[in-house]
């Protein structure tokens, strides 16, 4: 089943001519008969030779099958041609058994998908891991085909079989190879810091030491596998720096698995901002404003985004901030009327909504370029207000 075919039937006594099927039974067909697979068709002209045709063998059982050619809606012509409608026939093919397996590299614990086409039709069909019987109820359809999930028991790395048969066969077997590789799970798969989690790892090397590290920490070498390639290990989730971790477990024979923890997709609480909120910060230039808030929680950690802007919805902002990992934050303001909102954003990189509220506040009273202005202002003032105090002294001194 499955193999490209190219055939070609060629008239000797006569020649072809008008509608026609490629067709394929699995026994030679009468013209009454309606049981066939249509390979191809199409129109040939009169005095045509030689009809060539590529084909995909289709899903059959073991043993002979028949690929003919049937012609219908023939031209006028000679009575015996017309009514003639199998005029070449090519076979019979012996259909061979195939069985295949699915992923061909796989874990224990792991589901593999078992085909199998060109059996007999209708049997039982027997099959075998590593030389034991599998417990599957396993019977070929009416083409010869059956299909069986098995999950992969507790095993050591390396090449496994998997062999089958059928009645029919005569005892003859078909082979399936798996790689088996090392798989490790952790429990439970999201834990935090300080949680008390179970590693435990499969299709290692049979009787063999284990070495274990949580992102680049040491957590044991002295795990040591049973004679399928197994072992459990409890420990304590480390704090480390990494915002992706992963645990990866290697046997002395080199074989090698890593577990990446899954990121949590669920974000932090919004933080509640303090202060400011309606404040003054000074009366003349920049002024130095310390933002405060609520701090919130995540098991993966948590950084803050302080963002301050000149209109309610801050945006887009003056100023701004990211991996803030404290509930407070300052920055020098010029004067003026200012927005601030703040949000955190875990160690997954979920981010918590802004608070719905924008706290505004004020920076100074008076602007530099006014406050320059003011004392040019009271400079002339001062200094008119001398020269005509001078005046007035000469003239009464006179």
């Given at each position: 089943?499955?193999?490209?075919?190219?055939?070609?039937?060629?008239?000797?006594?006569?020649?072809?001519?008008?509608?026609?099927?490629v067709?394929?039974?699995?026994?030679?067909?009468?013209?009454?008969?309606?049981?066939?697979?249509?390979l191809?068709?199409?129109?040939?002209?009169?005095?045509?030779?030689?009809?060539?045709?590529?084909?995909?063998?289709?899903?059959?059982?073991?043993?002979?099958?028949?690929?003919?050619?049937?012609f219908?809606?023939?031209?006028?012509?000679?009575?015996?041609?017309k009514?003639?409608?199998y005029?070449?026939?090519?076979?019979?093919?012996?259909?061979?058994?195939d069985?295949k397996l699915?992923?061909?590299?796989?874990?224990?614990?792991?589901?593999?998908?078992?085909?199998?086409?060109?059996?007999?039709?209708?049997?039982?069909?027997?099959?075998?891991?590593?030389g034991?019987?599998?417990?599957?109820d396993?019977?070929?359809?009416?083409?010869?085909?059956?299909?069986?999930?098995?999950?992969l028991?507790p095993?050591?790395?390396g090449?496994?079989e998997?062999?089958?048969?059928?009645?029919?066969?005569?005892?003859?077997?078909?082979?399936?190879?798996?790689?088996?590789?090392?798989g490790?799970?952790?429990?439970?798969?999201?834990?935090?810091?300080?949680?008390?989690v179970?590693?435990?790892?499969?299709?290692?090397?049979?009787?063999?030491?284990?070495?274990?590290?949580?992102?680049?920490?040491?957590?044991?070498?002295?795990?040591?596998?049973?004679?399928?390639?197994s072992?459990?290990?409890e420990?304590?989730?480390?704090?480390?720096?990494?915002?992706?971790?992963k645990?990866?477990?290697?046997?002395?024979?080199g074989?090698?698995?890593t577990?990446?923890?899954?990121?949590?997709?669920?974000?932090?609480e919004?933080?509640?901002?303090?202060?400011?909120?309606?404040?003054?910060?000074?009366?003349?230039?920049?002024?130095?404003v310390?933002?405060?808030?609520?701090?919130?929680?995540?098991?993966?950690?948590?950084?803050?985004?302080?963002?301050?802007?000149?209109?309610?919805?801050?945006?887009?902002?003056?100023?701004?901030?990211?991996?803030?990992?404290?509930?407070?934050?300052?920055?020098k303001?010029?004067?003026g009327?200012?927005?601030?909102?703040?949000?955190a954003?875990?160690?997954?990189?979920?981010?918590s909504?802004?608070?719905?509220?924008?706290?505004p506040?004020?920076v100074?009273?008076?602007?530099?370029?006014?406050?320059?202005?003011?004392?040019?202002?009271?400079?002339?003032?001062?200094?008119?207000?001398l020269?005509?105090?001078?005046?007035?002294l000469?003239e009464?001194?006179r």
């Amino acid at each position: 089943m499955g193999t490209t075919v190219s055939i070609s039937i060629t008239a000797t006594a006569t020649w072809f001519w008008g509608d026609y099927q490629v067709i394929w039974s699995n026994k030679p067909l009468a013209p009454e008969d309606t049981d066939y697979i249509v390979l191809a068709k199409g129109r040939l002209p009169q005095r045509t030779q030689q009809v060539s045709v590529t084909f995909t063998v289709p899903e059959a059982p073991m043993g002979n099958n028949y690929v003919q050619i049937r012609f219908f809606n023939r031209p006028e012509g000679s009575e015996y041609f017309k009514n003639l409608p199998y005029v070449g026939s090519a076979g019979p093919f012996t259909v061979l058994s195939d069985f295949k397996l699915t992923p061909t590299t796989a874990s224990p614990g792991t589901k593999v998908t078992l085909r199998g086409t060109g059996f007999p039709a209708k049997r039982q069909v027997a099959l075998a891991f590593d030389g034991n019987p599998v417990n599957l109820d396993i019977t070929t359809s009416e083409k010869g085909s059956f299909s069986a999930e098995f999950v992969l028991p507790p095993t050591i790395a390396g090449r496994h079989e998997f062999r089958t048969s059928a009645e029919g066969m005569y005892g003859s077997e078909l082979v399936a190879v798996v790689q088996v590789v090392p798989g490790i799970s952790l429990q439970p798969e999201r834990p935090g810091i300080g949680d008390t989690v179970t590693l435990t790892g499969r299709g290692f090397a049979a009787s063999s030491q284990v070495t274990v590290k949580y992102d680049d920490i040491l957590i044991t070498d002295q795990v040591k596998t049973d004679a399928s390639g197994s072992f459990s290990h409890e420990f304590q989730v480390p704090e480390t720096k990494e915002v992706r971790h992963k645990v990866t477990a290697t046997d002395k024979a080199g074989n090698k698995a890593t577990f990446e923890l899954p990121l949590e997709g669920e974000p932090p609480e919004a933080p509640l901002p303090i202060y400011p909120a309606n404040h003054r910060f000074g009366w003349f230039g920049p002024q130095v404003v310390t933002f405060k808030w609520e701090g919130v929680t995540d098991p993966s950690g948590v950084s803050y985004i302080v963002e301050v802007g000149t209109t309610p919805r801050v945006f887009p902002p003056v100023v701004a901030k990211e991996g803030i990992t404290g509930t407070s934050w300052s920055v020098k303001l010029k004067p003026g009327t200012y927005y601030w909102r703040v949000r955190a954003v875990d160690g997954a990189g979920n981010a918590s909504d802004w608070e719905s509220h924008y706290y505004p506040f004020r920076v100074g009273f008076f602007s530099a370029w006014a406050l320059a202005i003011a004392a040019i202002v009271l400079l002339i003032i001062f200094i008119l207000a001398l020269r005509a105090f001078f005046r007035r002294l000469s003239e009464y001194l006179r």
